[in-house]
Nanobody, 128 residues
Framework: DVQLVESGGGSVPPGGSLRLACVSS????????MAWFRQVPGQEREGVAR????????NYADSVKGRFTVSLDSSGNTLYLQMNSLRSEDTGMYYC?????????????????????WGRGTQVTVSA
C-alpha cells in the first residue's frame, strides 16, 4: 500500500527554521512527482513546492522562494522540505503529496486535487 508519512513539524519563532521529512513507500512510478502543500483552516490547500525526481526540477510558490528548499535523500524514499526564515504566515498543516493525475509532472505545482496520494500532515506553527 502507498504510504506517505510527514514529520518534523513543530513550533518555532519567526526567523527560525524547520526541516520536514516525508517518508514514502509503495509509490508507483508516478510517485516520482511529489509536492508539499500547506493548509490553514478555512483556506484552500496551497501548493508550496513541487519536485520531480525524474527530472530533478523543483518549483516553489512565490511566497516561499528563497526560503524553502526541497531535496530527496539518496535512497529516494525521503523528501525533505527545509524551511528557513520562517514567518507567521508560514503557519499551517503541511502535507506531502505524490502522483500527479495524468502520470506526468508538470512544472506547475498544481492544486491539491491534482495529486493522488497524500500524507496525514505535520503541523508547523511560527509564533513568537
Amino acid at each position: 500500500d502507498v504510504q506517505l508519512v510527514e514529520s518534523g513539524g513543530g513550533s518555532v519563532p519567526p526567523g527560525g527554521s524547520l526541516r520536514l521529512a516525508c517518508v514514502s513507500s509503495g509509490l508507483p512510478v508516478t510517485g516520482k512527482c511529489m509536492a508539499w502543500f500547506r493548509q490553514v483552516p478555512g483556506q484552500e490547500r496551497e501548493g508550496v513546492a513541487r519536485f520531480s525526481s525524474a527530472s530533478g526540477h523543483t518549483n516553489y510558490a512565490d511566497s516561499v522562494k528563497g526560503r524553502f528548499t526541497v531535496s530527496l535523500d539518496s535512497s529516494g524514499n525521503t523528501l525533505y522540505l527545509q524551511m528557513n526564515s520562517l514567518r507567521s504566515e508560514d503557519t499551517g498543516m503541511y502535507y506531502c503529496a505524490a502522483s500527479r493525475r495524468g502520470g506526468g509532472c508538470p512544472l506547475r505545482i498544481g492544486r491539491s486535487d491534482d495529486y493522488l496520494h497524500w500524507g496525514r500532515g505535520t503541523q508547523v506553527t511560527v509564533s513568537a
